[in-house]
């Protein structure tokens, strides 16, 4: 069957299984990356997602190649641009990352006009149709940190000039539309309502946030606010990383060639979020597994399954290193949770809450 759409803005219809790039260029050479996007588009998903700063883990070295062969792919299959939904992202402070723009520092007008010109460039392409933060320009806990600290609060841009330059973007026709990602529910109020305060501002559409069996962290504030402002999750990890898929719990720690064994120390976001060695996070995984083996499903079909039956969700942001592992996922939609299947869930849910944040 063809993947099921979704009609996340006027005129932006995306698949409800999106396909993110970070390994493309890193895990992935431009053959596999093609061969994955050739069977994804054809399975009937017309969305993918990248970063300037992909593919993981960042080097100065692959900087920007998951979009470049996002590009290349896209001029030799010579596909209709308007048969495709690209969505990209501008790296937010973080100063680590001194080969972007010196940090990059900030999220000023500069900063992102200059990430989205160098994005079109990669992509080769005239207009992305959803532009996204990658993370805010100001102190956020983030990346599995859950409780805010004040006194790390550093000078940050404000909203008003960010919404300014991306506003300047879609008049220019460099961009359709505007999300964010590792948003709190403060950030998205305030976005729009600086955006409805000024005008000429974008609106944001869509937040991409993490979601799965592991981390339901949305459904607090995030939730009421998305729903109330009309804005759709872009649900991101919904496999945490791989772990929801069993692979990391068999005997010998699941193959060399994965993201957590392959890049051992050298992926601190992802190691320390998605980490087996937390005897909390390796026991609500494996109930989870277990919840699967009891009723005939494959692990990946019921992760993914769990995140797509949410009101909220638009789609699902996965990712992909094998073919096979792309039918996993797409498996998905066979897939019916019924009412008891839930019950269990929520259940291990309550019992171990968001282990994975």
């Not at 039918?327 to 019992?351: D, M, P, Y």
Request: hydrophobic residues 35%.
């Amino acid at each position: 069957m063809s993947v099921p759409l979704f009609n996340l803005a006027p005129d932006l219809t995306v698949s409800r299984l999106c396909l993110g790039t970070m390994t493309f260029g890193e895990q992935n050479t431009l053959p596999q990356s093609f061969r994955l996007l050739d069977e994804a588009f054809a399975a009937g998903i017309n969305f993918f997602d990248s970063a300037e700063m992909y593919p993981v883990p960042q080097r100065a070295e692959t900087q920007g190649r998951s979009e470049e062969y996002l590009g290349r792919w896209i001029k030799d299959r010579n596909i209709s641009r308007d048969r495709l939904v690209l969505a990209t992202k501008v790296t937010g402070p973080s100063g680590q990352m001194t080969w972007i723009r010196g940090g990059p520092k900030c999220l000023d007008c500069r900063n992102i006009t200059e990430a989205i010109d160098n994005s079109l460039q990669r992509m080769r392409t005239d207009y992305i149709d959803l532009y996204q933060i990658h993370w805010p320009d100001r102190y956020v806990p983030m990346f599995g940190e859950t409780e805010y600290d004040p006194t790390q609060q550093f000078s940050s841009v404000d909203i008003e000039e960010q919404l300014d330059a991306l506003g300047r973007a879609v008049d220019a026709g460099k961009i359709r539309y505007v999300g964010l990602s590792n948003e709190t529910p403060y950030g998205i109020m305030k976005f729009i309502q600086i955006a409805e305060r000024v005008p000429g501002h974008p609106k944001i559409v869509s937040v991409q946030n993490s979601y799965s069996l592991l981390c339901r962290t949305f459904d607090s504030g995030m939730a009421e606010c998305c729903h109330h402002e009309r804005i759709s999750l872009l649900a991101y990890s919904p496999l945490a990383m791989g772990i929801l898929s069993g692979k990391y719990c068999l005997p010998d720690g699941g193959p060399t060639d994965t993201r957590l064994n392959l890049f051992k120390g050298r992926y601190s976001e992802g190691e320390s979020r998605y980490n087996l060695s937390n005897n909390i996070i390796k026991a609500t995984t494996l109930e989870y597994l277990d919840i699967a083996k009891k009723y005939g499903l494959h692990p990946v079909s019921l992760a993914i399954a769990f995140v797509l039956r949410h009101p909220l969700v638009a789609s699902a942001v996965f990712g992909a290193t094998k073919l096979w592992q792309l039918q996993e996922v797409l498996n998905a939609f066979n897939v019916e949770l019924t009412s008891e299947i839930i019950v269990e869930v929520n259940k291990i849910h309550g019992k171990f809450p968001n282990p994975c944040p």
